[in-house]
């Protein structure tokens, strides 16, 4: 194969290993084992990331634990894509300051989106002095040194240099839940939409080997996980880099064929990389769930190529055409941004528009946030606070009424459902999903927990569907 992106050897990995020995016999001679919490902001990929995070953290000998109060060592997964969403964190590590001043020995680490931003970096290095050790996403393999280096100087690290990312494999994991399961196939974005941050905080678009991500899905396919998410920002651009002929329905088909009862999902969709051919590997391949995640961002195509999207109005609308036409059933849900910098009242009318077209099962509704280094910051954004929001509440009425819809229109069936886990609510004690994805509650046997059972929905509320195992 003749790839265009690096790979970490294995004899760096292999170092990485010997420090977490360093590390764990050090931590052997303390009196009980050390605590360490992972807090985690942002999307699935930094879920994923936390758990690579806690699988080293494992292997250097500390123990999980899910708060801070009682952690001597503490690391923040950010996520950048927000101004609010950094604005939490922001606050969340600032307030660990006093816990610091209880335990001087406690280790504060910052890694995640926000640590690849420059002016964030100089923040944390001038007012947060209390964070021991700061690194972006790029050397999240080369965490083990990077901890090992604040050790030994007693001295705070800063790992946050630019950088284009290389691939790592090996890394220890330890995940989350024992039914549903991250696997990486890609990592980077090479998009740049105007607004966006991602490209400039997670480097360029590089993929895994097919063979290391069909490996990933066997074991965890053996280990009795049922329903396997494979990750990028932008899945559709998986394997350009490989020069291998491997595209990702080529991926997603061979996945497919591992034997086992499990089901498929995949995140994200750019609707300018979404073929037919996707659409038909999807429609062909039951292990495939029905569900697809396809941002539109905006109904007007004028917004659109401000944007820096590369589809139009219709070529969204022609590509859900497309896909329906394979699978009338499916499940489609989508991500907007509402605000974007010269988008007029008319041109917000067209997303309304285009939301009662497609009548999506569930829209991630956003205010643009401008982040700075990003050519969308840059832009007049004449529109009043006010507008926007109300706007924003018009487009979130909308699609709260449409969703209830969809929903409605389940009364009656029968799901056959993956039971993923146990909820707090007394009266129905677990939480499942359709094949689509749909969250569905109902009552039963913990004992479901793990297991695709038939259900029939017989109730609804706009966010979920309220069901009996048969
Ligand atoms: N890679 C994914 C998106 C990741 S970010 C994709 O392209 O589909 C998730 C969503 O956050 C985006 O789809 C977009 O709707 C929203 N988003 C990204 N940057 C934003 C910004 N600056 N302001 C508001 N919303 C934003
Ligand atoms: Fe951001 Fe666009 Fe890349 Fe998605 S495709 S991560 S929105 S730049
Ligand atoms: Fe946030 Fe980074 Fe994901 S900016 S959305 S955590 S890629």
Not at 35 to 40: E, G, L, Q
Not at 197 to 218: A, F, K, M, N, T
Not at 268 to 278: E, F, I, N
Not at 300 to 316: F, H, I, P, Q, W
């Amino acid at each position: 194969m003749n790839r265009t992106t690096p790979v970490i050897p294995q004899d760096e990995i292999q170092r990485q290993r010997d420090y977490c020995n360093d590390l764990r016999a050090r931590n052997s001679q303390l009196d009980a084992p050390p605590m360490a919490y992972v807090d985690t902001y942002g999307c699935q990929q930094n879920e994923a990331d936390s758990e690579l995070l806690r699988g080293m953290l494992t292997e250097m000998g500390y123990e999980m634990t899910d708060t801070d109060r009682d952690a001597d060592l503490i690391v923040i997964n950010t996520c950048a894509i927000r101004e609010h969403a950094e604005q939490r964190v922001l606050g969340n590590v600032g307030a660990l300051v006093h816990g610091k001043r209880r335990n001087p020995n406690q280790i504060i680490c910052l890694c995640g989106c926000m640590a690849q931003e420059e002016h964030i970096a100089e923040k944390l290095r001038v007012s947060y002095r209390h964070v021991d050790l700061v690194f972006g996403p790029q050397v999240l393999w080369k965490f083990p040194e990077l901890l090992r280096r604040v050790y030994l100087r007693r001295g705070r690290v800063f790992e946050t240099q630019r950088a284009d990312g290389a691939i790592a494999e090996g890394l220890p994991v330890r995940r989350s839940g024992k039914v549903k399961a991250w696997v990486s196939i890609m990592y980077g974005c090479d998009n740049f939409c105007t607004y966006c941050i991602v490209p400039y905080v997670r480097g360029r678009e590089r993929s895994r080997e097919p063979e290391r991500i069909l490996e990933e899905i066997q074991a965890l396919v053996e280990q009795g996980y049922k329903d396997i998410t494979l990750l990028g920002q932008n899945v559709n651009s998986y394997g350009k880099d490989l020069g291998g002929g491997v595209d990702f329905p080529a991926l997603l088909e061979r996945a497919a064929a591992i034997p086992g009862e499990f089901l498929l999902r995949f995140m994200t969709s750019h609707p300018k990389d979404a073929t037919p051919r996707l659409f038909d590997v999807m429609a062909r391949c039951e292990k495939v769930a029905p569900v697809i995640h396809l941002p539109f961002q905006s109904g007007s195509t004028r917004v659109l190529r401000a944007m820096n999207r590369g589809y139009t109005r219709e070529e969204y609308l022609d590509k859900v055409a497309a896909l329906r036409e394979r699978l009338p059933q499916v499940v489609l849900t989508s991500d907007v941004i509402v605000g974007f910098p010269g988008e007029s009242t008319q041109e917000f009318e067209q997303t309304l528009s285009l939301v009662e077209q497609v009548r999506f099962d569930a829209l991630f509704t956003f205010l643009f946030s401008p982040r700075e280094g990003t050519p969308a910051a840059k832009l007049p954004d004449p529109m009043a606070k006010e507008e926007k929001s109300a706007n924003f509440n018009r487009l979130v009425a909308l699609q709260n009424q449409i969703s209830l819809e969809k929903h409605q229109a389940y009364i009656g069936s029968v799901q056959r459902c993956l039971v993923d886990g146990l909820s707090q609510d007394p009266r129905n004690n677990l939480n499942a999903r359709t094949p689509g994805g749909r969250l569905v509650h109902l009552q039963g046997d913990r004992e479901l927990v793990g297991r695709f059972v038939d259900v029939a929905i017989e109730d609804c509320s706009t966010w979920a569907l309220f069901g009996r195992p048969l």
